[in-house]
């Protein structure tokens, strides 16, 4: 019988030396990594384990999307390329420009068959001489794209990098689109691409199913309200499920009245607007069968209510008219109360609500004046999840008892998050959450001298893994090891984060490990900052003067 020298494709290869490590057969992966030319190092990383984690990583990724490219080249056992449903552009553009992505993992990557593909760029010289030679990450993830989406044939989902200056799409695009006639879900790094209307129109007839659309960013660019609006309304009638923005796109009422050409199957709108969009808001009141929706105001604070009284109006019909409403997130929007307050004894049935801002009070509610939708809240007895982030400046006394109310009415929570919104909570507030949210999974609360009272209730929430206390707190060793003492069996994990303790009275760093220590022993940890007030403020130049 003749013997044959045919040798084993570079991706089996590497799933044989996982295999071999996983059970610990060092022996025979020694002798691969003498015989081998091809492993690209496969059998040594499987050897050297945990000795470069953080490269042996990089260098499995690394291989995989070998792999998927060699497979384009039918130089694979299997043809991986085929069974992509979706094409990560991310994922490869990250990997190619990891600092970790380089030595024995480039070289071997960019060996062979796909040596074609070692693109570098022309670096200038310096002052200081020639600088480090860089990969073209750009041109070398245009290339693959292109192979991978001729055999990619029922690709469903296409991601592009996000990265300054990375634009691929609005050229790939043109060249890739026909192939993609199962394309569901685009998501664009810069929607300018959207600007060039042939592009939209080849777009629109070569992918009939596609229903997704995700946009990154769209920075000052007249087009993009309009191009946008033309791409709503040239997608076939009720064909948009989804559309979701991240951070300024340009959006404005144009774009906001045509995405209500898809008012019967959009489901999920997560849309970022600046001073442009927000007059477009009252203009989406015909999308009514939206399960999920966020509203991010990328310029507060617009107070609706005196600056677009047309719009507040409209928001606040539109939010009563949203049976099928799950997940609502207002970031930004001062107004978020008002707005909400009559939803909220209506038709408005959540399961997650978040109102939120950024560290700035001019984005977030005022609590102090929003008694009326606190009121509201105990409606909303399906919540699961709520995220309230708001200025108390005022809120103590009847105003805290009235927001602890509330929220005490709201039995079903898993997770609370009052970052900012509990500055004024004592510990007659938390523990009477303790006692009327039996499910909680998760607890952020800011407080005002919250102490042992709190830790001795804790206990209670049989499901808690997560607790964070940002305000002043005075937590001793002794309330710690009665509560650790007292956990359950579903408290196992509970990891406390103590970010701000009173430095008068704090925990000795003998005891802050003897409390680490013990919730070490139920699978949990403790984060335990304290913040001596000498160094917390330093004075500066001007002080003095």
């Not at 245009?142 to 799409?169: C, F, M, N, R, Y």
């Not at 049935?349 to 609590?367: F, V």
């Amino acid at each position: 019988m003749a013997s044959s020298n045919q040798q084993l494709p570079n991706d089996l290869l590497h799933l044989i030396c996982v295999e071999l490590a996983e059970t610990l057969d060092f022996s025979t992966l020694y002798r691969c990594a003498l015989a081998s030319i091809c492993g690209g190092g496969s059998e040594t990383a499987a050897v050297e384990g945990s000795f470069s984690e953080g490269e042996s990583i990089v260098q499995r990724w690394s291989i995989l999307w070998r792999s998927i490219i060699l497979s384009t080249q039918d130089k694979t056992l299997y043809p991986y390329a085929q069974y992509l449903r979706v094409l990560d552009l991310r994922d490869l553009y990250n990997l190619l420009d990891d600092d970790k992505f380089r030595g024995k993992t480039l070289n071997y990557f960019f060996s062979g068959d796909l040596k074609y593909l070692h693109m570098m760029l022309d670096t200038p010289v310096s002052k200081r001489g020639p600088r480090r030679p860089r990969l073209n990450v750009q041109s070398i993830v245009l290339s693959i794209a292109d192979s991978i989406t001729k055999q990619a044939i029922k690709l469903e989902e296409l991601t592009e990098p996000v990265a300054i200056g990375v634009d691929l799409l609005s050229n790939g695009l043109k060249q890739w689109s026909p192939r993609l006639h199962h394309l569901q879900v685009i998501q664009l790094s810069d929607g300018k691409a959207l600007a060039d209307y042939a592009l939209q129109d080849l777009l629109i007839s070569s992918c009939p199913v596609l229903h997704r659309v995700e946009i990154y960013r769209w920075m000052n660019d007249d087009r993009a309200d309009p191009s946008l609006a033309r791409f709503f309304s040239k997608l076939p009638t009720n064909t948009l499920t989804e559309f979701q923005n991240e951070s300024e796109c340009g959006i404005g009422p144009l774009a906001c009245e045509a995405l209500c050409t898809h008012s019967k199957s959009l489901t999920s709108l997560h849309l970022a607007v600046g001073h442009v969009g927000i007059p477009g808001l009252g203009k989406l009141k015909h999308l009514t069968s939206l399960q999920s929706l966020a509203l991010t105001d990328l310029n507060p604070p617009h107070p609706l209510e005196t600056t677009q009284a047309d719009v507040f109006t409209d928001l606040v019909t539109w939010f009563q008219s949203l049976p099928d409403l799950r997940d609502l997130h207002l970031s930004g929007f001062v107004s978020a109360p008002s707005l909400l307050a009559p939803a909220l004894t209506s038709h408005l049935t959540l399961h997650k609500l978040q109102i939120n801002g950024s560290d700035t009070s001019s984005s977030l509610y005022p609590a102090r004046e929003a008694q009326p939708f606190h009121l509201a809240l105990r409606h909303q007895t399906s919540l699961r999840s709520l995220f309230l982030a708001a200025d108390a400046e005022g809120t103590y006394g009847d105003d805290a008892l009235l927001i602890t109310d509330s929220l005490c009415a709201l039995t079903q929570l898993t997770s609370l998050n009052l970052t900012k919104l509990s500055e004024y909570f004592t510990d007659a507030h938390v523990t009477r959450l303790c006692d009327n949210l039996p499910l909680l999974e998760e607890l952020v609360v800011d407080g005002y001298d919250v102490g042992d009272k709190t830790l001795g209730k804790l206990h209670q929430l049989g499901n808690l893994k997560q607790v964070t206390f940002s305000g002043s707190t005075g937590f001793t060793y002794r309330a710690f090891k009665g509560l650790v003492g007292r956990l359950g069996e579903g408290n196992w994990g509970l990891s406390v984060d103590v970010v701000n303790p009173r430095w008068e009275g704090r925990m000795s760093e003998r005891e802050v490990e003897g409390v680490r220590g013990m919730l070490g022993k139920v699978g949990g940890g403790l984060v335990y900052v304290p913040i001596d007030p000498a160094l917390a403020y330093q004075p500066s130049d001007s002080d003095s003067d």
